[in-house]
């Protein structure tokens, strides 16, 4: 069964701070992996989606890498500030379904 | 595109009662699921479907039946409400290989 972990629960950083999170899962026979922000309240919005073939994808201050051998995915935020607080969730798709993990709560202070 | 759209966004229902969550996509997507969201249990699926007039089963299905006759609508049905189906119900939908799109939820408290 995939299971999906996400390390630290939980992150505070000051504003302007380089940061990753990451993520890590027990199956490595995925399709693609894909990196959601959710916030308080509200529903998940896609962040950056990376098919098993390639190797990181990036959009704007965001970088997410994926390494399937060793079960390993992280997300690089540049420049943090305090619009990116909210959490950030991984997910793999063995197939047509997603397996979540359960987050971690970035906290960025002004 | 109006994407994933869910109706309705809150729901209080009463033990015992049904309910059918709506969930609606207009981008042609051919895969559709249903989550849950539970506080640290993080997002588990209930059911999911590949394409119209096929559904199957996800890792908490007991309680909730579904149907997909046609390509943009996924409706989750509640049969008979349980105190443990209170959480956060969110639809999503894809195109294979593409990144999946999610709708912005429906709170829903069963008394």
């Known amino acids: 069964k995939q299971e999906v972990t996400q390390i630290p629960a939980a992150l505070s950083v000051p504003e302007g701070e380089n940061l990753v999170l990451n993520c890590s899962f027990t199956?490595?026979?995925?399709?693609?992996l894909q990196w959601f922000r959710q916030d308080p309240g509200k529903g998940l919005t896609s962040l950056l989606l990376?098919?098993?073939?390639?190797r990181e994808q990036t959009s704007g201050r965001l970088n997410a890498s994926l390494d399937k051998s060793s079960g390993r995915s992280t997300l690089y935020i540049a420049a943090s500030q305090p619009g990116d607080s909210a959490t950030y969730l991984c997910a793999v798709a063995p197939n047509e379904k997603l397996v979540f993990g359960k987050g971690t709560k970035l906290t960025v202070n002004p | 595109n109006a994407g994933v759209t869910q109706t309705p966004k809150f729901q209080v229902l009463k033990t015992g009662q049904s309910m059918t969550l709506q969930c609606a996509q207009d981008m042609n997507h051919e895969y559709m699921s249903w989550y849950r969201q539970d506080p640290g249990m993080g997002l588990r699926l209930i059911h999911y479907s590949v394409g119209a007039g096929i559904t199957d089963q996800g890792e908490v299905p007991n309680g909730y039946n579904v149907s997909r006759s046609t390509t943009e609508d996924f409706p989750l049905r509640l049969l008979s409400a349980a105190p443990s189906q209170t959480s956060v119900y969110f639809c999503?939908?894809?195109?294979?290989?593409?990144?999946?799109?999610f709708g912005n939820g429906t709170r829903l408290t069963v008394t």
């Open positions: 199956d490595s026979a995925i399709y693609n």
């Open positions: 999503a939908s894809s195109y294979s290989g593409t990144a999946y799109q």
């Open positions: 990376i098919q098993s073939s390639q």
